[in-house]
């Protein structure tokens, strides 16, 4: 599951977009689904965009893991961090990702905990 993390986040952070959307492939189920807050989306199609559509909004940050994990079975919950390198938060969140039987991503449901004022 650990594994899973790392891959999951640098799928977000892939900035090649054939190179990041050969990462969705790999990584989601067919029909996996996002939702958050601020999505709600289903297949690698727009999981990709959605990705896409978040490093657009913020173009010189990353994602890095926070300080939690946790998994069993086929269900992992983690926090994580979008900011620029070396630099302070400006989004924190917290996903939960189940997998199908294949070990790929069959849906993730995240919360944002910190975010930028607009």
Do not use: C, S
Not at 4 to 27: F, G
Not at 54 to 62: C, G, I, K, L, T
């Amino acid at each position: 599951m650990n594994e899973l993390l790392d891959r999951y986040l640098a799928t977000w952070n892939e900035r090649d977009a054939d190179k990041r959307r050969a990462m969705v492939d790999e990584l989601w189920a067919d029909g996996g689904t996002y939702t958050d807050p601020l999505a709600d989306v289903r297949g690698r199609e727009a999981i990709d965009a959605t990705i896409a559509a978040v490093q657009a909004q913020f173009p010189d940050f990353a994602f890095r893991p926070g300080e939690v994990f946790d998994a069993h079975h086929d269900i992992a919950r983690f926090t994580w961090e979008l900011g620029p390198a070396g630099g302070e938060a400006v989004v924190i969140g917290f996903d939960v990702a189940v997998l199908d039987e294949n070990a790929r991503i069959r849906a993730v449901h995240g919360f944002l905990d910190k975010v930028p004022a607009m």
